[in-house]
Antibody
Framework: EVQLVQSGAEVKKPGESLKISCKGSGYSFSTYWIGWVRQMPGKGLEWMGIIYPGDSDTRYSPSFQGQVTISADKSISTAYLQWNSLKVSDTAMYYC????????????WGQGTLVTVSS | NFMLTQPHSVSESPGKTVTISCTRS????????VQWYQQRPGSSPTTVIY?????PSGVPDRFSGSIDSSSNSASLTISGLETEDEADYYC?????????FGGGTKVTVL
């Protein structure tokens, strides 16, 4: 069974750093793109960016370029989303998603990681 | 960059049909595939339609997708509405540099 399992909920203070993870199983992790999608409380879905674990080719949404870093370690089938300095406005649910190719639909979603940033 | 505009909400009785529109602001709707995702409360989204009209295995044939170039929009139609269809639905498409979601439509089954 194809699965994406994300790390647990986080509570952080403004200015702190954070790295959340997404572990793939049941398929060849290196040969599918992994993306990240943000959903702020009570709001819609926003695409953040995507990475191809096979060669670490990474693309960002213009809205998130420079705000986050996407990375992957294919040896442990895990992708990451990282912030260097969190803001209160980063409070959201973050989903990782799998794509067969860069324009394919998101055919598998993680369970989501809730990030709460509050002073 | 472009936007995808959806109605905020639609409601209908069980057994009826609802259609959700998704209008692309610039660029042709036919140039890039449109996907539709269903998100039930408290759950991750799942695909109900991909590549304009394709249904993943396990999605009932009550769900169908279409494209209308004259209005530059895509549509998701749910026929024979069931209570389990109550959810938020998001359209999604892309261009060379971005993947864009519509704002979402809340479907209420009366």
């Amino acid at each position: 069974e194809v699965q994406l399992v994300q790390s647990g909920a986080e509570v952080k203070k403004p200015g702190e750093s954070l790295k959340i993870s997404c572990k793939g199983s049941g398929y060849s992790f290196s040969t599918y793109w992994i993306g990240w999608v943000r959903q702020m409380p009570g709001k819609g879905l926003e695409w953040m960016g995507i990475i191809y674990p096979g060669d670490s080719d990474t693309r960002y949404s213009p809205s998130f370029q420079g705000q986050v870093t996407i990375s992957a370690d294919k040896s442990i089938s895990t992708a990451y989303l990282q912030w260097n300095s969190l803001k209160v406005s980063d409070t959201a649910m973050y989903y990782c998603v799998r794509q067969e190719d860069i324009v394919a639909h998101f055919d598998c979603w993680g369970q989501g990681t809730l990030v709460t940033v509050s002073s | 960059n472009f936007m995808l505009t959806q109605p905020h909400s639609v409601s209908e009785s069980p057994g009826k049909t609802v259609t959700i529109s998704c209008t692309r602001s610039s660029g042709s709707i036919a140039s890039n595939y449109v996907q539709w995702y269903q998100q039930r409360p408290g759950s991750s989204p799942t695909t109900v339609i991909y590549e304009d009209y394709q249904r993943p295995s396990g999605v009932p044939d009550r769900f169908s997708g279409s494209i209308d170039s004259s209005s530059n929009s895509a549509s998701l139609t749910i026929s024979g509405l069931e209570t389990e269809d109550e959810a938020d639905y998001y359209c999604q498409s892309y261009d060379s540099s971005n993947r864009v979601f519509g704002g979402g439509t809340k479907v209420t089954v009366l």
